[in-house]
Structure formats: structure tokens, C-alpha cells
């Protein structure tokens, strides 16, 4: 081997190493950078007619399971839709309070039945009259401030989905940035690596807001899906993806009702964003916070009619009056009852009529018997209307053999798509038992679903670290070797160099 091979096969060397070294530091220092998969070196020998001159130094490249590292971003996706879905519920929960524990409408409506079997015991009491309106009131109010907490929750959901759609827009741009430098160094032969990690960065962030799948092309370009399959632009015009905000009412809906749908290019895409964060707001803007307005809609209604039904308009809205059912759809009279529903104003002015009713009732064969109200001069100790209300009003039946009208739970909200995930309850108390335990349970199953995400994605994750992550030893140990292979190489230059000397010295 003449000197100036061995020179070429040391030097090339030294370059390897050094290359190795770098690559090494910059594995150490992105150790801690979530998603970052570890970048190795390539190399190749290199001869001239079958003799050794050394070794070639190749792009990096990463060693990364693709299949896993889709895995665990679909399970982000997961995750980031439960926590937001988990934060609007357990707000709900904090305003519908606990079960039996005198804050939910059970409880209350409860204290407003004992309330009128008090006054039962003496009808002309003017202190247990105001008493009952007075229960009737925290009922009333309670309903308005859970409907309150569902707008709010809406709102906040669209304020959600517009801010997602931005940050959507910005990861597309992003990545197809990334990708025009991947497709260009891709051509030039360079490394791709650090590139690779920056875009996969972006992916992840996305797949927080939107579950997506990508596809890697062999020139290096990524094409970007929803989860069902429609495309996302990651080249061309800018912000692909385009709503409007919105103020959000009890008798909003999507679409058509007062709520922008989700464009691409003009296209409503709004069904096809499933997962993360903007998939879990467009559910609960468009399904999960409607239907339970419409649940307290029909509570409300509910509560109204049958105390109206008796001879006594004690719910009604400002004006005093109550909505009337048989629409179409069923709720078209009363979407949005529960935001107003308060005592009748003439009631609190006169709460002596809790004793003596409201109206007076025909009577039906298939609804409530006749009454006819107690008149000013009437007896003191009237008792019939406060029976009615304890007997039938908060009964199961409308009057002896007659059942109440039935409480709708499908068919419900403005456009009568909406549905309560519970039969037909009989009494207003099964009516409020099965509102709030339904929604408890949705909100305790919820995080429930929550916590064993959470533990899949880190056993997911950790899997994943383990194969493509940083391992500090084995770095370490990588380091050692290169630089026990600098120290041969430097030490075949040295002897180069002193056998260059030699032969300089000779020749002179």
C-alpha cells in the first residue's frame, strides 16, 4: 500500500468520525426534544480496482418505526379529544351539583313538593305561601343557570373550533415548507434527517387539534388526511381550512342555524374533523351540549305544563306565558324554555295564588280534571289546588287512570336530530333523576376512558422512545468507540507523516 493510500484512508476516517461525533452531540442535546428519533450515520468503503481507500460518509439517516410513531400520534389524538370533551363536562358537573345533595333539580324540585305539602297543613299561611314561591324560584333558577353552563360550554367550543382551525392551517404550512427542503435535499444527495424530526414535530402538534394520517411519498413530500380520509393541502394557497366565529344561543345549531360549517375550498368538511381537540369541540358544540339543552328543554316544558295543566301557571316565561308543546319538530315551541323559565311573575306578585291557582281547567277525558280557582272571597283554608299539584302535577298521572303526557326523548332540539339516552320517564322527579344521572354518567365515563387513554399513550410512547428515541448509554458508549478509532487514525496520519519525513530526508 503506497503512503498516499494509507494518507486517504486515514483522513477519510477522521472525516467519519468527526461526522459520527457530531451526530452524537446532536442526539445528546435533542435527548429531551419530545418526538425527536435518533439520527445515525452512513457510510461506505470506498476502493480504486479493488484496493481499499477508505470509507465514504453518507447523509444521516433515522432509525424510527413509522407504524408505532402513527400509533402513538392517533393515540394523542385520543387523548387531546377526552381531555377537552373531560374539561366541558366537569364543568357542567360543578353548576348541576351532586345527586342528593340539595343542589341538583331532583333535590330542589323535591323541597318544592315538601314545600307545598307544608302549605297543605295550612293553606292561608302567607309565609309558607311565599315560601313555596320562594322554592319554586331556586328551581327555576338552578334550570336557568344549567342552561347558562351549557351556552357557556358551547361558546367555548366554537371559540375552539375557530382558534383550531387557524393552528390546522398554520401545521399544513408548516410541514409543506418542511417538505419542499425535505424533496430539495432528498435531490441533492444531503442528509434529510433533521428535517425529518422537525416535520414529524408538526405532525404531532397537529394530531393534538386533528386526528390525521400521513403518507410519505418517495421524493420525499408527505400527504396529509383526516382520519376519514379527505385531503389536506400542505401546498398551495394559504389557510385551506376556513369558518366564521360565532355567538353561540340556546337555538343555535349547525348547520343552517345561525353556526358556520368547516370549508376547504369551499367544500363543508365540518363532519369529516374527528378527533384531538377540534374534533372533540365540534361534538360538543353540535351534539353532546345540544342534546343536553334539549333534555333540560324538555324538563322545563315538562314542569311548566303539568303545574299549568292543574290550575296553576307557577313556570312561564318573562311574559307569563307557557310554551306550548305538539310542534314540529317536537321542541319547536320551547327550544331555549330552560335559559328562560322563571316563577310566574303574577305568582310572585300574589303568592297567595300557590293556594287558590291560576286558571281554570276545562277538563279532559284523556288530560287533567276540571277545576275552577279559589275566588277572592273563597275560603281561607282552599286546599284543592295544592292536592292537585302534590297528587297529579308531580304524580304520574294527569288525573285517577289518566297517565301524564308523555315526556318526549326523541326527536328533541331545533331540528329535531337530537335524542336523550333514557326512556320516557313518568313523573317531573323521574324526568330530573334521569336528566342529571344521564349526564353525570356521560361525564364520569368520560374520564373513565380518559385515564386508560392516558396509560395507553405512555406505554405507546415509552415503546417508542425505546426504539428510536435517545439512549444517553448508548450514545455514551458510540462516543468511546468513535473516539478510540480517532486516536488509530490520527496514529496511522502520524506515522504517514514521520514516513514522509523520512523519505524527504533521504532524498535531500
Do not use: C, W
Not at 348547520?255 to 377540534?278: E, K, M, W
Not at 295543566?309 to 307569563?320: P, V
Not at 279532559?364 to 289546588?385: D, I, K, V, W, Y
Amino acid at each position: 500500500m503506497s503512503l498516499d493510500a494509507a494518507l486517504s484512508i486515514a483522513s477519510s476516517g477522521l472525516a467519519n468520525v468527526s461526522a459520527q461525533l457530531a451526530l452524537v452531540s446532536h442526539n445528546v442535546a435533542n435527548a429531551g426534544t419530545p418526538g425527536y428519533a435518533a439520527e445515525t450515520g452512513t457510510q461506505s468503503a470506498r476502493d480504486a480496482g479493488g484496493v481499499g481507500m477508505g470509507v465514504a460518509t453518507g447523509p444521516a439517516i433515522r432509525l424510527i418505526d413509522t407504524q408505532l410513531q402513527a400509533t402513538v400520534q392517533a393515540q394523542s389524538a385520543t387523548v387531546a379529544s377526552l381531555t377537552t370533551r373531560q374539561g366541558a363536562l366537569q364543568a357542567i358537573d360543578a353548576v348541576q351539583g351532586t345527586p342528593g345533595q340539595g343542589q341538583d333539580l331532583a333535590s330542589l324540585l323535591g323541597a318544592l313538593g315538601n314545600q307545598f305539602s307544608t302549605l297543605l297543613n295550612d293553606p292561608s299561611n302567607p309565609t309558607q305561601q311565599s315560601a313555596v314561591v320562594t322554592a319554586a324560584g331556586t328551581l327555576s333558577g338552578q334550570i336557568n343557570a344549567l342552561s347558562a353552563a351549557y351556552t357557556t360550554q358551547r361558546q367555548a367550543a366554537q371559540d375552539g373550533i375557530v382558534s383550531g382551525i387557524a393552528t390546522v392551517n398554520t401545521a399544513l404550512a408548516t410541514i409543506g415548507s418542511l417538505s419542499d427542503q425535505i424533496m430539495a435535499a432528498k435531490a441533492a444527495g444531503t442528509s434529510t434527517a433533521d428535517l425529518e424530526n422537525q416535520r414529524d414535530a408538526q405532525v404531532a402538534s397537529l394530531a393534538q387539534t386533528l386526528d390525521v394520517k400521513t403518507l410519505v411519498q418517495p421524493n420525499g413530500d408527505m400527504i396529509v388526511t383526516t382520519a376519514s380520509g379527505t385531503t389536506l393541502p400542505t401546498h398551495g394557497p394559504a389557510d385551506p381550512l376556513a369558518t366564521a366565529a360565532a355567538n353561540v344561543q340556546p337555538g343555535s345549531y349547525y348547520p343552517g342555524g345561525g353556526i358556520q360549517a368547516v370549508t376547504l375550498g369551499g367544500v363543508d368538511v365540518t363532519t369529516a374533523l374527528t378527533g384531538g381537540q377540534l374534533g372533540a369541540n365540534l361534538t360538543l358544540r353540535d351534539a353532546t351540549l345540544p342534546a343536553d339543552q334539549a333534555q333540560l328543554d324538555e324538563f322545563s316544558q315538562n314542569l311548566a305544563s303539568r303545574f299549568a295543566a292543574q290550575g296553576l301557571s307557577l313556570f312561564t316565561d318573562a311574559a307569563g306565558a307557557v310554551p306550548a308543546g305538539g310542534g314540529t319538530p317536537v321542541q319547536a315551541g320551547y327550544v331555549g324554555f330552560a335559559a328562560v323559565i322563571q316563577v310566574n311573575p303574577a305568582v310572585t306578585a300574589s303568592p297567595s295564588l300557590v293556594r287558590d291557582g291560576t286558571t281554570a281547567i276545562a277538563g279532559s277525558a284523556t288530560g287533567a280534571s276540571a277545576f275552577t280557582p279559589n275566588p277572592p272571597s273563597g275560603p281561607a283554608g282552599f286546599s284543592t289546588l295544592i292536592s292537585r299539584i302534590l297528587t297529579y302535577a308531580l304524580g304520574a298521572d294527569a288525573q285517577a287512570g289518566v297517565a301524564q303526557p308523555a315526556s318526549h326523548t326523541t326527536g328533541l332540539g331545533a331540528t329535531g336530530t337530537l335524542s336523550a339516552p333514557y326512556a320516557p320517564p313518568a313523573t317531573l322527579g323521574d324526568i330530573a333523576t334521569a336528566l342529571v344521572g344521564a349526564q353525570a354518567a356521560d361525564s364520569a365515563t368520560t374520564t373513565s376512558q380518559l385515564a386508560t387513554a392516558q396509560a395507553t399513550q405512555t406505554t405507546l410512547q415509552g415503546k417508542l422512545t425505546s426504539q428510536s428515541g435517545v439512549n444517553m448509554d448508548t450514545e455514551m458508549s458510540t462516543m468511546i468507540a468513535l473516539q478510540n478509532a480517532y486516536g488509530a487514525n490520527a496514529k496511522v496520519m502520524a506515522a504517514v507523516q514521520a514516513m514522509f519525513t523520512q523519505l524527504l530526508g533521504s532524498i535531500q
